[in-house]
C-alpha cells in the first residue's frame, strides 16, 4: 500500500483514511480471490472474536461454513470447549445446523430456540433423529404458548439427500415455491437445513475446512496459570489455531507463556504432525511484533483499544489509532515472513477493506457480530419492539467476576477493580441483516469491490496496490448515505 500524498506524521484510524481508485484489469469482483493470508489461508479473511458474548458453538460453526474462523474465548471451561468443538467438526460443511426440537417441546420454547439461526424454522424429529415436520413462526401465530410443536407442525417438509448440491436445492426450492429444504442421510435422519439464500451462499463461498475437511474452529488461551495444561487441552480438543491471549500483549509474562505455548505446539506437532499456528497479542508498536514473533507467534493480533466494549484508552490513554497499528505491524511482520490480524474497531465493510489494504492477514470482528442471531446471547426486545443482544467486554467487570470465579473473594475484588471493559451493551440485530452469514454477505462484496477499485485479484495484490489517501471529518461525512431529504 503506498499513501497518495506523504505519509503522515501522526497515526490514523479507519475514518481518517479512504483509497483512491486505481487503473484496473479485473474486470469482474467475482475474480477476486479473498483467501486470507495469514499462513491460516481461510478462504474468507474474517475472525469471530474471541468474546463469550460472541463465540460459541453456533458463531464457529456458521463462520467456518463461510470461509472464516471464530474464536472460543478463554474464559469457558477446557471440557466445554472441547465439547463445542466436537460439534462444530460434527457439522455438516454445506447444510446449516438445524434448530431441532421434540414433538412435545411447547411452542413458547419452539418459537425462542428459532431466534437462535438464521434460517427461520425449527425440525420437528423423533428420539432417533428422523424428521417428522418442520415448525416456523408463521406456524405458531395464534397458538397457545403452551401448545405443543407437534400441534402446529407442517409435515409438507422438502427432503433432499444430504449428497445434494446447492444448485439443485436451489431449483428445487423455487419449483416448490419452498423456503427451506430438509436434508437427510439414507435412513431418514437428519443432516441439515438448507434455505435459497444457503444454497446461493455454498455455491460462492468454500469452507474453511481441517486436514480431515472438518469445519474449523480457535480457541483463546489467557497467559494465566497453568499455561502448559491450557495449551495441550485446547490441542487435544481438537483447536486448528490458538490466540494467547491478554489486553497488553507486549509483556514479560505474554513472551514467557507464549514460549511455553510453542513448546507443547511443537511436541504435539512431532506427536501428530499437525503444527497449529500460534495467534499472540494484543500489540500495536513493531517491537511488540518483534518480541513476540522471537517468542514463538506466528501471527500477531493487533490493536489496543479500538474495540466497541473498550474503555482502556479513555481509562488509561493508552492504544494506538487502528489504521496505523495495523499499518506498522503488518509491515514489521511483514519483514519477518509472518502476519498480523487486525483486531477491533471495525463498524463497517470499509474498515474491513483498509485493514487488509494495510496489510492485515485477517479481520478479527466483535461486538458487531454480537448483535446477530449467531452470537451467544439471548434475542431480547426493547420497549420499541427491537430485537437486541447483550454484549459485554472481556475486560468489564462482568467477565472479570467469571474469570476469576475459581480465586477467594479478596482476589476477586481487587482483579474487579482493574475493570476496562463495559459490562453491558445493546448490540440490536439489523432488520436487514440479522444473520453474521448477512454481514459476512455485506463485508466481502464490499472488500471484492474495493479490490477491483484497487485492480487486485488477491489480498496480497491488495495489501501492495492500495492507494490510501488521509481524509478530513467531512471528508468522512461525505462518504455517509442520508436516508432522508437534507
Ligand atoms: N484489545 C484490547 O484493547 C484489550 C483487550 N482486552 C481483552 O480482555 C480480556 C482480558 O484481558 P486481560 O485484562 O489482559 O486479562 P488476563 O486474564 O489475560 O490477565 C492479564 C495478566 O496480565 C497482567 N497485566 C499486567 N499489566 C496489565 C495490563 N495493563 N492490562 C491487563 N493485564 C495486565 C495481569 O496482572 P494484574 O491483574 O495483577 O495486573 C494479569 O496477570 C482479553 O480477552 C483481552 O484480549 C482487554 C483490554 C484491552
Ligand atoms: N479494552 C477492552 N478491549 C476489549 C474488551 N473486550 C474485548 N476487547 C477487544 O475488542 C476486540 C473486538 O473489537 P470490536 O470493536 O469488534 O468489538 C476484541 O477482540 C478485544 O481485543 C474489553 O473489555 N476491554
Not at 330 to 349: F, I, M, N
Request: one cysteine or more.
Amino acid at each position: 500500500m503506498h499513501f497518495l500524498d506523504e505519509r503522515p506524521a501522526y497515526d490514523l484510524t479507519y475514518n481518517d483514511v479512504f483509497m483512491a481508485p486505481s487503473r484496473s484489469s479485473v474486470s469482474s469482483r467475482l475474480d477476486v480471490d479473498l483467501t486470507s493470508t495469514d499462513g491460516l489461508a481461510t478462504p474468507t479473511p474474517l475472525v469471530a472474536a474471541n468474546m463469550t458474548a460472541v463465540s460459541g458453538r453456533r458463531m464457529a460453526e456458521t463462520m467456518a461454513r463461510r470461509g472464516g474462523l471464530a474464536i472460543f474465548p478463554q474464559d469457558i471451561p477446557a471440557d466445554v470447549v472441547a465439547a463445542s468443538i466436537r460439534k462444530v467438526k460434527d457439522a455438516s460443511p454445506v447444510f446449516d445446523t438445524a434448530v431441532t426440537v421434540s414433538p412435545d417441546t411447547t411452542v413458547g420454547e419452539t418459537l425462542s430456540l428459532i431466534a437462535k439461526r438464521a434460517h427461520g424454522v425449527a425440525v420437528v424429529i423423533d428420539a432417533d433423529r428422523r424428521v417428522l415436520g418442520l415448525v416456523t413462526p408463521n406456524d405458531a401465530t395464534g397458538a397457545d404458548r403452551f401448545a405443543q410443536a407437534k400441534d402446529v407442525m407442517t409435515t409438507d417438509v422438502t427432503r433432499v439427500p444430504a449428497e445434494t448440491t446447492p444448485a439443485s436445492v436451489f431449483e428445487l426450492l423455487s419449483e416448490q415455491h419452498q423456503k427451506v429444504a430438509v436434508a437427510v442421510a439414507p435412513e431418514g435422519r437428519l443432516v441439515g437445513v438448507m434455505t435459497p439464500k444457503g444454497a446461493l451462499r455454498s455455491a460462492i463461498y468454500a469452507p474453511a475446512l481441517d486436514h480431515e475437511g472438518r469445519l474449523r474452529a480457535g480457541v483463546a488461551v489467557g497467559i494465566n496459570g497453568d499455561v502448559p495444561a491450557k495449551v495441550r487441552a485446547a490441542l487435544e480438543g481438537r483447536a486448528d489455531v490458538i490466540v494467547m491471549d491478554t489486553a497488553h500483549g507486549h509483556q514479560e509474562k505474554m513472551i514467557s507463556a507464549l514460549g511455553l505455548a510453542r513448546e507443547v505446539r511443537d511436541a504435539f506437532a512431532s506427536e501428530t504432525g499437525r503444527t497449529i499456528l500460534l495467534v499472540a497479542g494484543n500489540v500495536v508498536t513493531a517491537g511488540g511484533v518483534n518480541d513476540l514473533i522471537d517468542a514463538g507467534a506466528d501471527i500477531l493480533k493487533v490493536g489496543v483499544g479500538p474495540g466497541a466494549m473498550c474503555t482502556t484508552r479513555m481509562q488509561t490513554g493508552v492504544g494506538r489509532p487502528q489504521f496505523s497499528a495495523v499499518l506498522e505491524c503488518a509491515e514489521a511482520a511483514g519483514q519477518r515472513g509472518k502476519s498480523t490480524w487486525a483486531d477491533g474497531g471495525v463498524r463497517h465493510p470499509r474498515d474491513v477493506a483498509l485493514a487488509l489494504a494495510a496489510g492485515a492477514g485477517s479481520v478479527m470482528i466483535g461486538s458487531w457480530f454480537a448483535g446477530t442471531h449467531e452470537s451467544t446471547g439471548e434475542q431480547l426486545v426493547d420497549a420499541q419492539g427491537r430485537s437486541y443482544k447483550e454484549s459485554f467486554g472481556m475486560a468489564s467487570a462482568r467477565a472479570v467476576r467469571q474469570r476469576t470465579r475459581e480465586q477467594s473473594a479478596f482476589e476477586r475484588a481487587r482483579a474487579a477493580m482493574f475493570e476496562e471493559g463495559i459490562s453491558s451493551s445493546r448490540m440490536y440485530l439489523d432488520p436487514r441483516r440479522p444473520g453474521v452469514e448477512d454481514l459476512i454477505d455485506w463485508i466481502t462484496s464490499g472488500v471484492r469491490s474495493s479490490c477491483t477499485y484497487a485492480g487486485a485479484r488477491s489480498l496480497s495484490e491488495f495489501a501492495e496496490r492500495a492507494v490510501i489517501g488521509v481524509q478530513s471529518g467531512s471528508g468522512y461525512e461525505e462518504g455517509r448515505p442520508l436516508d432522508r431529504s437534507w
